[in-house]
């Protein structure tokens, strides 16, 4: 099953006329070859574009790739790649690294030919590979050691039907790399190193590439020999740790001089319009981090490089970049505004943030996904307001619309149809296909409890009473933290603070038993744990009436709006009544709160006092007041529902309450009044970092 994928709302970077920032930094059109004007000719910025799971990131990477591929050179990883993560069966750690998996894969994709120009070589790169790998060949047999440096030499092939010397060099070079095992037991590793490199410098016939192959004489403790210079990188490789990393900054250095000579001379110039482009996904897991410090390190030291770096990750990195530019996207469409800080390396990154698409990228994405059914016309609204513009969400829900319509018309029935990926295999509900790919996997069932938390003292009381005893508050607050480091929003009054995942999330902790016992459990829990106190604050009793209301329970949030009306100040009761009626709602209840199975959503009914005649009013009580309240929480419960598209006869309704309400309330008469307009103007507005606990506001103001 082929999802809809086409990109929406990422013109900055791709844009041909005038040119968009990728145009700009490699120097073609996207898709052509033909060359546009270069921005930052002598100092090019290294691209990081950062945004949370979800917003497109890979797919950007994916169009940057076809858009250069064949016009100039292009490579690109993902650094969660398996092959990135641990050595290949039979290879010693001390030999291998992600980064020098990262340097051998992406050369071999930057020396394909492109438009005009033929394969470029990495002599110098190729010579550093040799001498790291020969490191693990203590031991090993010959058809093996053949094998891994055939690939290697492959980097320095000038014509596709020259494989053959290739496997003629790896023959020679095994050779003498068996025989030096045998006659030098006291030394296997040094003496294998020696071999591999004496074999291979051999076989480098051509001067430009022996004089390639000298560049190693300038490594550190080299001592001006190009031998010595690859033995201590080897050594360095072998020892691990700073030595390591210090052995595969040059590694980079060497794949970027080699990248450097080849658009060198008055013919390479002629026929290389477009610089180098190295795309490199999910750049927050290794070996990203170390790729980008040893490029912002040689840039910073002034070894310059003309190779375009676009990496993308999750996260802002700011302890990593203090220093960095930081850019939104549309903020770079036509200039970047990139200038480095001479005395700070992080200066030399350039950080553009994928903001999420708009209502009119998601009207296209809809429609071409929907092309063959008939989509309710405000589907693309209601995708657009519960997923915040999220592409992933978009694209997904979109799908999801094309299989299951018109059996499946409401979102929440949406999010939990099935939907089908691929051809060979079954489907999966639409929410599990989405937390998939939008909460970090090993926390999945962490995060589907802790999504009905407010903060750290709520998500500590869910961790102590419904998840293993090994998840505490130290767990917590480390799962928090790496929620914000991947760029997920912190937002007062939610432990998830992203609203798109944390709907996802309660959808699946009510539906993760059949009869919804974790849902009751997380809710019941948490009404515990906001209990009052003896000094009870109105924030208190809120969080309470919150949980109620998701559990299905009405009668206390009516009696507390109700009784408080008069005492509350305006502004807070109107906190009050947003936050307490922002309670998911995934089932219909009837009248104990119990689910049914109905497609019925009774809030609706109630909003609009279809109800009213059946309803005992308590005796000590002002009735009016009372069901003008019930009628007003109902309609906000359900304007709110991210799953519900705002009703407009609710929404009607919802203003004619609060009008009513500002005439009882002279001195919050404004805000009343206000409010019965912002309400309504597009649902009810988010209660997102409006509620923090304080009540000391004084009725004056907006709502």
């Given amino acids: 099953m082929r999802v809809h994928r086409e990109l929406h709302g990422r013109g900055a970077l791709f844009d041909r006329d005038p040119a ?53 050179p292009v490579a690109l990883i993902d650094c969660e790649d398996d092959q990135f993560a641990a050595p290949p069966a039979g290879r010693p750690a001390e030999a291998w690294s992600p980064m020098g998996q990262a340097l051998l894969v992406l050369a071999e994709q930057l020396a394909q030919p492109v438009t005009g120009a033929g394969r470029i070589q990495f002599p110098r790169l190729m010579t550093g590979l040799v001498a790291v790998a020969a490191g693990g060949w203590v031991g090993v047999g010959q058809q093996r050691i053949e094998r891994e440096v055939q690939r290697i030499l492959l980097l320095d092939e000038r014509d596709s039907w020259l494989a053959g010397f290739a496997g003629k060099w790896a023959a ?99 026929r290389r319009l477009g610089r180098p482009l190295v795309l490199v996904d999910n750049a927050h897991g290794a070996p990203g981090p170390d790729l980008r410090d ?41 200039r970047s505004g990139w200038s480095p800080d001479p005395a700070a390396r992080s200066s030399r990154a350039l950080l553009v943030s994928l903001p999420p698409l708009n209502s009119d990228d998601t009207l296209h994405l809809v429609g071409a996904a929907c092309a063959e059914v008939s989509a309710p016309p405000q589907l693309p609204y209601a995708i657009q307001r519960l997923t915040r513009g999220n592409p992933l969400g978009i694209v997904l829900l979109a799908e999801s619309a094309a299989q299951n319509l018109p059996d499946t018309a409401l979102l929440g029935e949406l999010l939990t149809a099935d939907l089908r990926l691929h ?31 407010h903060d750290h003292a709520s998500a500590a009381a869910l961790a102590e009473a419904l998840l293993p005893d090994g998840f505490g508050p130290a767990d917590v607050r480390a799962l928090s933290t790496r929620l914000m480091e991947e760029g997920r929003p912190e937002v007062r009054g939610r432990f998830v603070g992203d609203s798109f995942v944390r709907t996802l999330l309660l959808l699946r902790l009510h539906h993760g038993v059949a009869d919804h016992g974790l849902w009751r459990e997380a809710h019941e829990t948490l009404i515990r744990h906001y209990a009052p106190t003896g000094e009870s604050a109105p924030s208190r009793a809120r969080y309470r009436l919150h949980h109620e209301l998701a559990l299905g329970g009405t009668e206390s949030a009516v009696a507390y709006l109700r009784d408080s009306f008069a005492v509350l100040e305006t502004r807070t009761w109107l906190r009050t009544l947003r936050f307490v009626a922002s309670a998911p709602y995934f089932h219909a209840h009837d009248a104990e709160g119990r689910d049914f199975a109905a497609r019925d959503d009774r809030r609706a009914a109630i909003a609009l006092g279809h109800t009213d005649a059946a309803q005992v009013v308590p005796d000590d009580v002002d009735a009016v007041l009372h069901l003008r309240v019930r009628r007003l929480l109902h309609a906000v419960w359900q304007l ?7 009703d407009p006869k609710v929404r009607d309704r919802l203003r004619y309450e609060l009008e009513q309400l500002s005439n009882l309330r002279p001195a919050g008469n404004a805000l009343l009044w206000q409010a019965s307009r912002d309400w309504t103007e597009d649902g009810v507005p988010d209660d997102e970092g409006d509620d923090n606990g304080d009540d000391s506001d004084d009725g004056d103001g907006e709502a």
């Avoid at 799971?53 to 250069?68: F, I, N, P, S």
């Avoid at 390190?297 to 700011?318: L, P």
């Avoid at 079954?426 to 962490?446: K, M, N, Q, S």
């Fill in 20 to 72: 968009g920032l990728a145009a700009r930094l490699v120097g073609l059109r996207p898709h052509h070859h033909l060359a546009t004007e270069i921005e930052h000719p002598r100092e090019l910025p290294f691209v990081v574009l950062t945004c949370a799971r979800g917003l497109g990131k890979t797919a950007v990477l994916g169009e940057l790739r076809d858009a250069y591929q064949g016009h100039t």
């Fill in 172 to 270: 020679k070079v095994a050779a003498k790399i068996a025989a030096a095992a045998i006659g030098n037991a006291g030394r296997v590793a040094a003496a294998i190193v020696e071999a591999s490199l004496e074999a291979l410098v051999e076989s480098l016939v051509q001067r430009r590439q022996k004089q390639a192959a000298n560049w190693w004489r300038d490594y550190p403790e080299a001592r001006r020999n190009a031998g010595r210079g690859l033995l201590r990188v080897a050594d360095h490789f072998r020892a691990g740790g700073q030595s390591r990393k210090d052995a595969e900054r040059y590694l980079v250095r060497a794949l970027l001089a080699d990248l450097t000579e080849a658009y060198e001379g008055v013919m390479p110039r002629m």
């Fill in 294 to 334: 040893a490029v912002l390190r040689d840039r910073f030291e002034g070894i310059a490089d003309r190779t375009v770096f676009i990496t993308a990750q999750r996260g802002e990195s700011r302890r990593a970049l203090p220093n960095a530019v930081r850019r939104t996207l549309p903020d770079v469409a036509r």
């Fill in 423 to 453: 051809e060979d295999r079954d489907g999966r509900p639409t929410y599990i296909e989405l937390l998939d790919r939008l909460v970090p996997a090993d926390r999945l069932d962490e995060l589907t409890v802790l999504a009905a938390a």
């Fill in 640 to 646: 709110a529902d991210p799953l519900v598209l705002p």
